[in-house]
């Protein structure tokens, strides 16, 4: 189904030309006239707003709410509070990573669920049947977001609501330039940073009011190469992308964090998944590379003539000034330190597994209140 973000003039005008690869069947700014390198700096050391629009978002509500989103995915559900949102694991009955999710609990009976592009919603409808539950994805709203050290001076003199106060992860219902949204804590940069969910009739006012308001503070609008670049700078995993064989244990994508070993509720593949704990083919990890440009995804990694692994996404940083892997090794391969090469289309480099995200390697950006 085609979709259209109603910010697609706001776009146009900044030079995107809308005809790239839709993802969710959305059209997408992936470049502005502006230089990507460029909005990956304003991001790191101001704010840049993106928009985020083609998440797709699926409204799930009614009084077996919570036991029908807690059959869909790994974590334990029913300790989600109001107010707070989790990224879940969701597989499959071979327990495989089915969908990048994030379960938002806005109320005892009422949730939304932002995911990919994967099996979340045929899996969804299947668990609802017969149950005291209405399942309606949201193609209305708007998601802008919001990100970078500035984000929070920006959007609080104009928000109803304490945003200062709002902890990682959570959001909150409140009204920003006398509209009412949705603000969460979060994002896809690695910095601190806040998604703005709107009715499709607020968006272009908001997208505008926002700009108005950050320009004192250096705010640009940016691309979605550029919130690629910075995906890739955090290693933020990416549904199918991290996930390249279709048969990716959470285990093998390092998101132990994403399942609860100790969910006493059963879910879609669930002895699968905990049956496949310890038993990884491959380990994600990350590379840099030496090479002046990104290699692809795909690329095949050697150690001698073994091949031992596969790039899943890659990017140059020109922040970092390096070339950034996203990868996955065999396990006996993908200790710190390890010398491999990748072979790409342009032709082979050295390349060295170092610790992740490449980018914040502590992630005190986002996280900027907690004590380590």
């Not at 707070?84 to 089915?98: H, I, K």
């Not at 330039?177 to 908001?206: I, M, N, Q, T, W």
Request: aromatic share 6%.
């Amino acid at each position: 189904m085609q979709r259209n973000s109603v910010l697609n003039e706001r776009h146009l005008a900044l030079g995107s030309r809308l005809d790239g690869d839709t993802w969710n069947g959305m059209r997408l700014p992936w470049s502005y006239a502006s230089d990507p390198h460029e909005e990956v700096l304003a991001t790191r050391s101001r704010a840049a707003l993106y928009d985020v629009s083609a998440l797709n978002i699926i409204d799930v509500q009614g009084p077996d709410a919570e036991r029908v989103v807690d059959q869909l995915v790994a974590i334990d559900v029913t300790r989600l509070k109001p107010g707070s949102a989790r990224l879940a694991a969701e597989v499959d009955e071979r327990g495989a990573l089915a969908d990048d999710i994030m379960v938002i609990r806005d109320a005892t009976d009422r949730f939304r669920l932002s995911h990919g592009s994967g099996a979340t919603p045929a899996t969804l409808a299947r668990l609802a049947q017969g149950r005291q539950v209405t399942v309606e994805p949201n193609l209305d709203v708007h998601i802008l977001s919001l990100q970078g050290p500035r984000s929070l001076d920006v959007l609080a003199p104009h928000a109803s609501g304490n945003l200062a106060g709002l902890p990682y992860f959570h959001h909150m219902e409140t009204r920003l330039f006398g509209k009412a949204v949705f603000v969460g804590r979060g994002g896809y940069s690695g910095e601190r940073g806040y998604e703005v969910y709107c009715d499709s009739k607020d968006a272009v006012f908001l997208w505008d009011s926002i700009l108005q308001a950050g320009a004192p503070h250096g705010v640009i609008p940016a691309s979605w190469n550029a919130l690629e670049l910075t995906r890739v700078e955090g290693a933020l995993l990416f549904f199918p992308f991290e996930m390249p064989g279709g048969d990716t244990t959470p285990w093998e994508a390092g998101m132990d964090w994403a399942v609860d070993v100790d969910k006493p509720g059963d879910y879609v593949g669930k002895q699968a998944v905990l049956q496949l704990r310890g038993r990884e083919r491959v380990k994600q990890a990350g590379m840099l590379v030496e090479h002046h440009a990104a290699v692809e995804a795909g690329a095949p990694i050697f150690d001698g003539e073994r091949q031992v692994g596969v790039v899943t996404s890659a990017s140059y940083s020109r922040l970092l000034m390096q070339s950034l892997a996203m990868v996955h090794l065999k396990p006996s391969h993908a200790n710190l330190g390890t010398r491999l090469a990748v072979r790409s289309q342009a032709g082979t480099f050295a390349a060295m597994v170092v610790r992740t995200p490449f980018y914040d390697p502590m992630r005190l950006r986002t996280h900027p209140d907690k004590t380590r």
